[in-house]
C-alpha cells in the first residue's frame, strides 16, 4: 500500500512539473518581453531565463513580475512611485528572486500560495505617509526577498547580466562580426 502511495505521489510531481512547464512556455509567448525602464506600468518576467530589470519610473503606479522556472533581479532603486504608491503583481512557479527598494518605502505583501515574499530589511522607523509598494499575487514553490542593498554575490551576478545584454544585438538588427574572413565574403567582388 505504501509503494502504491509513493508511486503515485512521484507520478503526480512529474505530471504537474510537465504541466508547468508547457503552462510557462504558453506564458512566454503571451507576455512577450520586460517594458522599458522608465515605464510607470512595468512587465518583467524570467520565463526559463533569468531576470535582470532596472526601472527608472517617475510615476511608478505598478505593473507585473511573472517567473516561472527563472528568476533574477527587479530594480527599482531609481524609481519614484507615483502619489497614490504603487501595487505590484506578481506571479511565480519554481521562480523568485530579489526586489530591490528604496530604504524609505514602505512594503506590503498580501501574497498567498506556497512560497512568500520577505522584507529582508529589518525593522526600520519608516513612516506611515512613506511611498507605499503593495506587493500581491502567488507564489508556487518560489519566493522573492525584498532589499535595499546587493550583497556582493548579486551585485556580481548583475555586472555580468549587464554586460551580457549590452553585448547583445538590438532586435530585427544584423549582428555585428569582427571577423575579416566572414567580412570578405559578405563584400560583393569588384567587376575588373
Keep these: 500500500m505504501l509503494r502504491r502511495v509513493i508511486r503515485l505521489a512521484v507520478i503526480g510531481w512529474v505530471v504537474s512539473m510537465v504541466v508547468g512547464a508547457i503552462a510557462a512556455m504558453q506564458a512566454k509567448r503571451r507576455i512577450g518581453p520586460s517594458t522599458d525602464e522608465s515605464a510607470d506600468e512595468l512587465l518583467a518576467s524570467a520565463i526559463f531565463g533569468p531576470l ?4 527608472t ?14 528568476g533574477g533581479m527587479l530594480d527599482l532603486r531609481d524609481a519614484v512611485l507615483a502619489p497614490e504608491g504603487a501595487t505590484l503583481t506578481v506571479r511565480a512557479v519554481f521562480g523568485g528572486g530579489q526586489i530591490l527598494v528604496p530604504a524609505d518605502w514602505r512594503v506590503i505583501s498580501t501574497v498567498r500560495g506556497m512560497g512568500a515574499v520577505s ?7 519608516i513612516a506611515e505617509s512613506a511611498p507605499t509598494l503593495t506587493i500581491e499575487g502567488i507564489v508556487i514553490a518560489g519566493g522573492f526577498a525584498v532589499m535595499s542593498e546587493l550583497d556582493d554575490d548579486s551585485a556580481e551576478w548583475l555586472e555580468e547580466m549587464e554586460a551580457k545584454r549590452q553585448q547583445e544585438p538590438a532586435p530585427g538588427s ?6 575579416p574572413a566572414v567580412a570578405a565574403e559578405l563584400e560583393p567582388a569588384s567587376a575588373n
Excluded at 174 to 179: D, F, I, Q
Design 174 to 179: 544584423e549582428p555585428v562580426t569582427s571577423e
Design 52 to 55: 535582470a530589470h532596472h526601472s
Design 119 to 125: 522584507d529582508t530589511r529589518g525593522p526600520m522607523g
Design 57 to 70: 519610473a517617475q510615476q511608478l503606479r505598478g505593473g507585473r513580475l511573472e517567473c516561472w522556472y527563472g
